[in-house]
């Protein structure tokens, strides 16, 4: 590696900046640019303006014009071969349904995405592309784009130039932290993906039965011996019904839990983030004092996972018992009287995968996850259905608490800071996957209502708890 820097800096400035800039370019304007080290080419920019080689003030503006018209070329070839694949045999195979789906979501949420785009390698290709095929106007796409690039090119030059002879280590784990963000947004959307299907159905292990129930082997069986299960049904009855399917979704609650925890922890571990937590941890060390440890471990031991899931069981008690709107299924019971259920199958879960560190000898000792998780299921259970203030106010003591207790158990050197980085995120997946759920399934529920009265009038409640329109 010295070697091949020493060769770059013996060429002519005017043939790097367009070298390099024809790299950045190429890594949004044409597909293989999937294959480009475009982060790699900026650190190594702010490395040669940090030798003299290059300026950094044309370096920045050149790389940057640069990005901008790959993404431009990027978003035109998505314009312009769009519609082809729309009207192609794969585009058929989608279905009107989920193009008019993609363009509402692509029109609301375009901007944002754009931006954060920027700094993922492979979406940094892509989604120009989309965006183009998708109908983004370009007066919606240009503005969020530039930002993008400008803190993508700004930040990766900079730190090229302020790392200096560390160029080549600083290389490295920027490559592999660009990585774990693309775990980590992979991690997301399978929150996603799960948090809607659950919210479709709220009884997982029926639906799963009835899919299993299509296949070839256990047809023949319910076609032989339907009218036995219908009977064995039938004896069961509808309490063991409930109590056998909130039991099997637990269980796949359970596998799900430990798929999310193994992917998080292995985003973290692959970023580099380890990297700073011995740094971090010294750097404490030097700054502890007994009085602040006796309060930290005060908060800790009051605000500690086993007491917080107590918590989160009387509140959802009390809330369920004013409300009494809940169904006899796994979704309507884990989302009421029953939230603390999945904070306990969280706890096994972060036991088990040991992602929040050493240290903890007590009933859960992933105390970062659960206390996430509680104080995020509290929040979301406070806010269902309040006025604004109230929702901003209960998600931001659920913020503050989680920043609180991370902070004191790091301080407390009971925990690192990937570990906690780990079962923060692992905490916030498990709340998400809920509140992505239950939206789903209200939003199931008004079309469903919708549907039935195509007229629009809302049923009014008269005395006696029934409801007349």
């Not at 979406?123 to 784009?145: C, E, I, K, S």
């Not at 922890?265 to 700054?287: F, H, K, N, P």
């Not at 603390?340 to 036991?351: I, M, N």
């Amino acid at each position: 590696m010295p070697d091949l820097l020493i060769s770059v800096q013996g060429l002519p400035s005017l043939l790097i900046y367009l070298v390099a800039a024809t790299i950045v370019a190429a890594e949004t304007a044409v597909i293989f640019g999937l294959l480009v080290p475009g982060e790699a080419t900026l650190l190594l920019v702010g490395f040669l303006a940090y030798a003299g080689t290059l300026r950094i003030i044309p370096a920045l503006l050149a790389m940057t014009g640069a990005a901008v018209i790959g993404d431009t070329l990027a978003f035109r070839a998505g314009r312009r071969y769009g519609p082809r694949l729309r009207a192609s045999g794969l585009g058929a195979r989608v279905g009107p349904d989920r193009w008019r789906r993609a363009d509402e979501l692509l029109d609301r949420l375009g901007g944002r995405g754009i931006f954060a785009a920027r700094w993922v390698a492979f979406a940094r290709t892509l989604v120009p592309r989309l965006a183009g095929a998708g109908g983004l106007p370009y007066r919606r796409f240009a503005p969020w784009n530039l930002a993008g690039v400008a803190t993508w090119v700004g930040a990766s030059v900079l730190l090229g130039y302020l790392a200096g002879e560390s160029y080549e280590r600083v290389s490295h784990l920027l490559g592999r932290a660009t990585g774990a963000v693309g775990v980590l947004l992979l991690c997301l959307v399978a929150v996603v993906l799960a948090g809607r299907w659950l919210g479709r159905n709220p009884d997982p292990a029926r639906a799963l039965v009835s899919r299993a129930a299509a296949l070839p082997p256990l047809r023949w069986l319910r076609a032989r011996y339907g009218v036995l299960f219908f009977l064995l049904a039938m004896r069961i009855g509808p309490a063991w019904t409930l109590l056998l399917n909130l039991a099997a979704g637990l269980l796949l609650l359970f596998t799900a839990g430990l798929a999310i925890a193994a992917a998080l922890e292995a985003g973290v571990r692959y970023s580099g983030l380890a990297v700073a937590d011995g740094l971090l941890a010294d750097w404490i060390a030097d700054r502890r004092t007994a009085g602040v440890v006796e309060v930290a471990s005060a908060a800790v031991s009051v605000l500690r996972g086993s007491v917080l899931i107590v918590v989160v069981a009387l509140v959802a008690a009390v809330l369920a018992w004013r409300h009494r709107p809940w169904r006899a299924d796994l979704l309507s019971v884990v989302g009421t009287v029953g939230a603390f259920a999945p904070l306990v199958v969280l706890a096994v879960v972060a036991d088990l995968t040991g992602s929040g560190g050493s240290g903890d000898a007590v009933l859960f000792p992933t105390q970062n996850a659960v206390v996430t998780a509680s104080l995020g299921t509290l929040a979301w259970l406070l806010s269902r259905g309040a006025r604004w203030p109230v929702a901003v106010a209960a998600w931001t003591v659920a913020v503050a608490g989680v920043v609180a207790i991370g902070g004191a158990r790091l301080y407390l050197g009971w925990s690192t800071a990937s570990g906690t980085a780990t079962s923060v995120l692992l905490g916030m997946a498990w709340t998400a996957v809920f509140m992505v759920a239950w939206a789903t399934r209200d939003r199931a529920v008004g079309d469903r209502r919708a549907a039935d009265d195509p007229t629009g009038d809302e049923p009014t409640a008269v005395p006696g708890g029934r409801r007349a329109r």
